[in-house]
């Protein structure tokens, strides 16, 4: 069983900056990738960005490019998504999510989550 923690979310001005971290822990036999989703108030979940855990690459949905970062300590089991440039269309719950199980696709497909962390950007 493994669990997921969030840490890091809360209320920020339009055009600040959050950093999110997920630790992992629990009976982790393999990691393949981790990745953050958010969920806004009447809206579908979606994916943000994804890292793989053993190379490192970063994947990340168009609408963040280029403003938030997605990292990972290895060593930790921490995965963290430094956020810049924050707007109001970034308000949301913020998910982490991991796969422990085999490769998939890591912009969908993840089979532990975390119980989420609010961000919320005032205009």
């Known amino acids: 069983q493994v669990q997921l923690v969030e840490s890091g979310g809360g209320l920020v001005q339009a055009g600040g900056s959050l950093r999110l971290s997920c630790a992992a822990s629990?009976?982790?036999?393999?990691?393949?990738?981790m990745g953050w989703f958010r969920q806004a108030p009447g809206k579908e979940r979606e994916f943000v960005a994804a890292?793989?855990?053993?190379?490192?690459?970063?994947y990340y949905a168009d609408s963040v490019k280029g403003r938030f970062t997605i990292s990972r300590s290895n060593a930790e089991k921490t995965v963290y998504l430094q956020m810049n440039s924050l707007g109001p269309e970034d308000t949301a719950v913020y998910y982490c999510?991991?796969?422990?199980?085999?490769?998939?696709?890591?912009?969908?497909?993840?089979?532990?989550w975390g119980q989420g962390t609010q961000v919320t950007v005032s205009s």
């Open positions: 999510a991991a796969e422990t199980g085999t490769w998939r696709n890591l912009r969908q497909d993840y089979n532990c």
């Open positions: 629990g009976r982790i036999l393999s990691m393949y990738y």
């Open positions: 890292i793989t855990w053993s190379g490192g690459n970063t």
